[in-house]
Every structure is written in C-alpha cells, then in structure tokens.
C-alpha cells in the first residue's frame, strides 16, 4: 500500500493574499472553489425558501381544520417544499461540496471541465427563480406532490405544472453536467501517486454519486418529456382513458428518485467519513469496506425503486423481488454505520461542532434506515404507505441524514473554505436547538402514521390534534436553530478568527494547501506520503499546518 | 508500512512542482464526450422501455385503426444514416493524415446526408396519416422519432461548426482535431440510436 501524506506546507495565512474580492462570486468563475462554494451559498438560500414553506405547511396543520390557507396553496406549499428542498437544496449543496473537495482532496488544479462546471451551476438560480415564479401565474404553481403523478399532475392548474417540469428539467440537466465533471476528474486527475485506494473516501462517495446521477436522473427527464406532452397536448401516454398507463410514470420516476436518495445522502456518507477520523483522532474504520459499499449501494440503488409502489397494483413476484432488494441495501449501509461507530469508539474526540453534527447524523440516519427497512416489508408498507410514518422515515434520512451531515460539513471545512473560523458557542447552540426541534417534528411522526394519519392532507381528524400541535412547535423551534447558524457564518466569514492551514490537523490533502487555497489549489504540487487516514499512526501534524520539511518530524 | 517504508520512499515520492507542476494537463473531453453519452443513451433506453411497456400493456399493438406505414421511405432514410457513419469516419481517417480538405469533404458530404434524413423525416411526419394524438402509438412515434431528430440536428449543428472552424488556418490537424472527433462519436451514437429505434417502431 502506498503510503501518503500531505505534502508538507509552509505556508502560513497571514503571508498571503487577501481573499479575492467579493465580486468573483458572482461571476461566470472557472475556478472549482468558487463554483463549490456559489453552490453552497445559492442552494442555502433556496434551504431557507424551502423551510419557509415548511413553516406554512405545519402552521396549516397545526390544527384539524383547514383554516390558514386554502386548500389548494396548501398543496402548491408542499410540492414546493419537497422540490425545493430535494433539487434545489441537498442535490445542489452536495454537488457544492463535491466540487470543492475533489480536486483538493486528489491534488488536482480544478475539475476536468472548468467552464462546463460553471455553466452547471449557472443553470441553477434562473431554474430556482422560474419555480418561484410560478407563485405568480394563473392558477398558482403546481400541487401534485414533489412526485408529480399523473393523473393528478396533468389535471391540476397548467402554468403551475408546465413551469414546475421545466425548472426541475433544467436541475436535472445541472446535475448531469455536473456529474459528468465529477467522474472524469475522480477517474482521470487523481494526483499520479494517488492509487484508487488511496482516495479520500469523499471521493468514492462522489465517484458512486456521479454514476448515479448520469445512469438515472435521463431517465427523469424522458418521463417529464412525456408528461409534458399530456399535458400540453393532450397526449395519453399516461391516461388510461387513451390507452396509457399511470404506472409507466411512476416506475421511470422512481427509476430517478430512488437513485436520487443516494444522490442525496452517498456524498453526505463521505463527508462524515471524513470528519469523523479526524476529530476521533483515529484511522478510519474499515477503509475499503465503506469505499466498496458506496459502489455497492450505487448498484443496489440502481434495483430497488418499485418499493415505492407496493400499492400501486405492482404483481407480488415483482413486490418480493423489491422488497429482498431494498432490505440488502441495508447491508452496505449498515456496514458504513458500523463503521464510524467503530473509529469513534475509543477515539480521543474532539467536542466540537462539526463532530456533534456528525454524531448527530450517525444516530438519526441510523432511525431513519431502521424505519427504511420496516417500509421496505411489503406487508407492513401496505398499510403505512402514504401516511405520516414515510414522511418521517424520509425526513429522518434527509434532515437527520443529509442535512445534519451538510451541517457538519460547513462547520468542518467552513476554516478551509474562508479562512476563518466559526464560533464553537454559536455552533453548539445551533447544533443543539437543531437537534431538539428536529426531534420534536419528526419522531412524532411515527405515531401519527401508524395510527393511520395520511400525508399531503390539510384536515385531519382531531384526535391527531396534540401531536400535530408539537410536530408544529418543533417545527418553530427548528426554525428559530437556523439564525445562530447564520449569524455565526456571516459574522465569522467577516470577522472570524483567522484560520490556519490545518486547524484539525487532518491529513487529507486540502489540509497541506493554505486556507483558502490559493488559485490552482497549490504553491507547489503536493506530495502524498501516507494515507489519508492515518491518524495516530505516526507524528502528529502540528495544528499551525507550518509543516517545513526541513523541521517537521515527518520528513525525518 | 511504518516509519521505514515511509524514510525509503519517500525521496522518490517528492516530484518537484518544475517536473509536474503548471502544465496543462491531458485532454479529457473525448472522455468527457463518452461520459456524457452514457447519459444521453439512458434517456433513450428510459423512453423505449416506456414503449415496450405501453406496447406489452396495450391488447393490440398497434391500437385498431392505426394506418399501416410506408416502409420505403424510412427504409431509404435509414440506409442514408447508416451510411453516414461511414462516411465521417473516412473524415477522422483524413485529418490523422493533416488532409482538412479531406476531412472538409467528408463532413460536408455528412452533413448533406443529414439533411436528407431530416428532410425525409419531415416529408414523412407530413403524408402519415395519424398525427400526435391519435392514439398511443402514433403519440409515441411522433415523440420519439421527434426526439431522436432533435439529436440528428444537433449531431448536424456540430458538424457545420466543425466546417466553420476548419476555415480558420491549422485549427485542426493530425494532432489537435477533438471536434472533429466528438462530432464523430455523436454521429455514431445518434446512429444507432436510429437503428433501434427503426426496429421497434417500423419493423417488430
Ligand atoms: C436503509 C435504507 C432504506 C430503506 C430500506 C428505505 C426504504 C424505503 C421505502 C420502502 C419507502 C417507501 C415507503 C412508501 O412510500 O410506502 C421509502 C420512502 C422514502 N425514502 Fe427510504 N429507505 C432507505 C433509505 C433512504 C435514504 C438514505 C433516503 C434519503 C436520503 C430515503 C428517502 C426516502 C424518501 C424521500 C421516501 C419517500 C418518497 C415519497 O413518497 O415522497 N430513504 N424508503
Ligand atoms: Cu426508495
């Protein structure tokens, strides 16, 4: 096995340069760090729009009846919300990560295809901003569900649900690009001294993650293209009553949208690989096994999508078939979260808020994938499919999972990115309200659906009233966590105390570089002398990251 | 893989940033071409899949009432695609041999070949007789040969700028020509893509 380490970088942050100026973020930018981080920015604008919306939804239902919108914005609310939140915050966000970490993490100068990653990017705000737009058309926007089936999707208002495809055809086109730059740049520009197993494991994750994208998002658009073309024209490719087939839609749906939950939590999964081994202080855990099992999920993920249509009308051979094959995608998995529990069991950890997000993400995502499993039983999601109980499963998965896992990914690499560090006391409240409200929405949720309270509904039974109430408060309280968050990155970001090269003394290659990097990543090429994880098995990086050859024990 | 490794290797590991660092690195967009295409055939494999889907649902296939087609037409157009593909390798062929009058005659005789096929594509849209609602095989076939011929017009877009460029002194040659390549491999796929769909919906 090769052995690497960060190259050793004398470069300390006060000699450099000033960050570049502002502007540079809103222009058409070649540079990867610029776009990754215009990636992160856009899409947690979007976050705060999507969460907004959420807000409205649970003041909706934090009573039985149907009384603070009506009915029909109450369903254009929460499509929103769900396309908001899935193709315009965690798909865009992780690609933001991916495009920031890759080629530092591989020691290249940028991706493969700088100006085919802008222009990725630059697809998404007018994308984002034509989906807003549909508040103001005739009609309001669309109101069928982030899953948008037909029948439902082609008979609701047309403006709405024509500017609804468009926007999420242009996000999927932006994903593909971008997918198409993470493969050949994981593939063809890893540093020449950096063997598929020397890789970061974010890399794997990403490597999983664009295969995904470029194997099913197309399949997405194929279904929108014939959607649209009911709905414009009046075609009949999914009504039956023109000898189509509903189902048709939904197989190629979630042919994408199964897959897209990978999209959503591979790159995550690599994030948190990260963070923990470096603030356990550990290698990692069984390193191959969780590079594999990012492959493996990535071709399971790619067998499993009819486990969400165990009701519509899906022959029981095929039902068995999805259901063996999503419960064995609990396996890799598992086999990662058994992973991170082992390199931070025994670990010298290092309280601070990137480790508390990443453990929070570790025990939500572990209720999450439990429920999973539970849904994945054909006889037990017959009777929970549609109701509260998937809304909290998925909820666990994405927000528990996903957005935990972004959290825990800014507070980490938030020093690289900006060179400033971010506030631990606001980082600790922002993790702890964020924790205590996410429970408080969604853990309650598991009653309400196994009670039998259905989902996408405004009035309900009173009897589900109390829980609602706290899923509702929760949800308040999930909202207030967001501001220590935003005024902890806003203030650091300009006054923050400034940030060495390594300030966790990790030993990936981003660590070696100055933070921020300079353009093109690095003053000289890097050099890899021990695996990225090797952690406690030879002299510690000094947290100054001032590792001069000719004093850094490393180069004894 | 201790410390002694580590000393042993680790003189032959620093590469100095003169040796490799700052050059340009290889060129990758042939592979990015290759790339991107895998995505471009999932959404035509996501298509005919809804096709046979629709097909094996439907009792009759195609739905009554549908007119027969004309097989002399498209069977025309598609020996003019296929023979294309031919044709603009002779291009790829030629400028490997720095010849771009060559590769200019190829492309341009591809590129005529396109336009046939196009042309023959819309004479037929014009003279069946079932238009785009008519029932569920007439929506997909329109959809679908729609589809396919947007690619064939892109595919033709990218040719006329590779002419375009080639009008430029020494921008292509045996060595610098990925235009010309990528067009190339776009015009194949878009080739096959023809041929399968030819199959499923003129002749099974
Ligand atoms: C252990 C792995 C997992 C298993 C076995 C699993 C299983 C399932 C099943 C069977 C359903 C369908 C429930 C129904 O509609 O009746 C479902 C829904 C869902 N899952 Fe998972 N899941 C897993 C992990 C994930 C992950 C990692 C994510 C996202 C990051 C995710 C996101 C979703 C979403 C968004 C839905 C609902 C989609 C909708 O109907 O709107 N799941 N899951
Ligand atoms: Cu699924």
Redesign the interface.
Known sequence: ?T?LTPLPDNTQPANLPPPANWRKYFSFSHDHKVIGIQYLVTSFFFYLIGGALAAAVRTELATPASDFVSPELYNSLFTLHGTVMIFLWIVPATAGFINYLVPLMIG??DM??PR?NALAFWIIPPAGILLMASFFVTGGPAGAGWTSYPPLSTMSPKAGELIWILSVLLLGSSS?LG???F??TI???RH??MGWNDMPLVCWASLATGVLI??????L???L??LS?DLI?????FNPT????PI?YQ??FW?YSHPAVYIMILPVFGMISEIIPVHARKPIFGYRAIAYSSLAICFLGLIVWAHHMFTSGTPPWLRMFFMFATMVIAVPTGIKVFSWVATLWGGKLNLNSALFFAMGFVSMFVIGGISGVMLAAVPFDIHVHDTYFVVAHFHYVLFGGSVFGLYAGIYHWFPKMTGRMMNETLGKIHFALTFIGFNLTFLPMHKLGLEGMNRRIAEYDPKYATINMICTIGTYLLAVSTFPFIINAVWSWIKGEKAVANPWSGLTLEWSTSSPPPE?N?E??P????HPYAYG??PQVPPSGNLDPATSPL?? | MTGSTLDSSQAELIISAEEMGHQAHPDYRITGVLVFLVAEAMIFLGLFTAYLTFRAVAPVWPPEGTPERELLLPGINTAILIASSFVIHNADTAIKKNDVKGMRLWFGLTAAMGAVFLVGQLFEYFHLEFGLTTNLYASTFYVLTGFHGLHVTFGLLLILAVLWRSLKPDHYNSKHHFGIEAAEIYWHFVDVVWIVLFLLLYIL
């Open positions: 096995m052995i290249a100068r493969a295809f085919l593909i997918a198409v730059n493969v050949v593939w063809k520009m020449p001294k470029l194997l099913s998002t197309p399949v658009a194929g279904a293209i014939l073309f024209v009046g075609t009949a490719f023109g000898g189509g087939d048709v197989h190629m042919f093109e690095f000289t090429e050099v890899l002398l021990c098995k030879r180069s004894t």
